[in-house]
């Protein structure tokens, strides 16, 4: 299997950088899983699981939540532009358990005055880590 | 000719002062590493946001989109990063003057988003708005803080209370070099573009790019985060500039310091010498009318 350039990088710091196979995130438009020789295609990122298929001989699989960006394809590299993402080792999964827990009980409430979008987005944040480490 | 006390008082004050500027010179080269370091992790973030914005533009010029165009509003907003501190040379003060002496902006036309106590200071003293102030933002910008502001100014921009947004801040060129810079943020106008940027190698000739969701939707996503990206980088340069220009100040303040000690030094052994030799005659001039 061919092999491209992946690329994530983060306003503090470059987060990943190696040659993989295949990579998987979640977009505004659906999970989609890129190739090499990908269409040149700009995708704005929703909160969700970031799969990396490693081109080693070990066909390694890393995984990372990925929370807010935007994300470039050409078809011989991909970069993510994060503006949020983590390793699942610097997940608090306890907090990210807690934090499902309040989005959904806000959501289900309905107060008025409850601000719906966020809610969406913190419990789709709070899903997107709870999936990395499991 | 001043008397050896006063003189030895004297030294005594330049060398403490001296000590005080070397520990800031040696603290500010500590934070200075750190800044530099951290706005060179931050570059090429900034060179990818601004690439895709470039491409989506250059594809797209006919887009009728808010952002891109004035909304009406003859009032700028001014984002002014200066430090909380100062005894930094001229750090603070260029970019005051990059903004106060700029005809553009009148007191009556401009609103300030202050970012740094000295900037905010000087600014409502001439006589400027303050709209906003985020001086606590300075010590250690995160990404976070650049989005709060960015929010702010959009919120500001869609309703038309603002028609320009302007961000002048200093470009951390290298270690000697700090330059003052205003840049046009909104709307977007992408020929005149962030010297930080300049050095972006070209693309090789864009291959049609595609967009998800459409091209308006794309730009009302990534716009955003381009403004805000723009600020936190102009947060992560001028930190690192400060700290720079600080570093700068205080070595030539202690070696400044060193001069005068020297040149104390002298006076006080001449002030000294003189008084030996006055004693000196005396005394054999006393002896001599006893004699």
Redesign the interface.
Known sequence: MDAFKLKVVTPERVFFEDDVEMVEFNTTEGEIGIYKNHVPTTVIIKPGVLNIYMADSEKTVKKAALHEGFVEILGDRVTILAEVIEWPDEIDEERAEKSKERAEKRLSEKETGTDVDRATASLLRAMARINVIR | MASMRDIKRRRQSVESTQQITKAMKLVSTVKLQRAKQ?AE??Q??FK??YE?VNS?LSKSGTINHPYLKENGSDKKAVIMITGNRGLAGGYNSSIVKLVAFNEAFTKDNTKIYAIGKKGRDTMDRLGYEIAKDYCDVIEEPT?DD??KICNDLLTAFESGEIGEIYLAYTFFKNTVVHEPTLLKVLPVNLDETSPSLEITEKHDV????????EDEE?LN??IP?YVT?LV?GALVESVASENGARMQAMDSATNNASDMIDRLSLLYNRARQSSITQELTEIIAGADAIS
């Open positions: 951290r992790q931050s090429f973030y990818c946001i895709t989506i990404y650049a989005r864009y291959a049609p790019m595609n967009f998800e969701p794309a996503m990534i985060k990206s936190f």
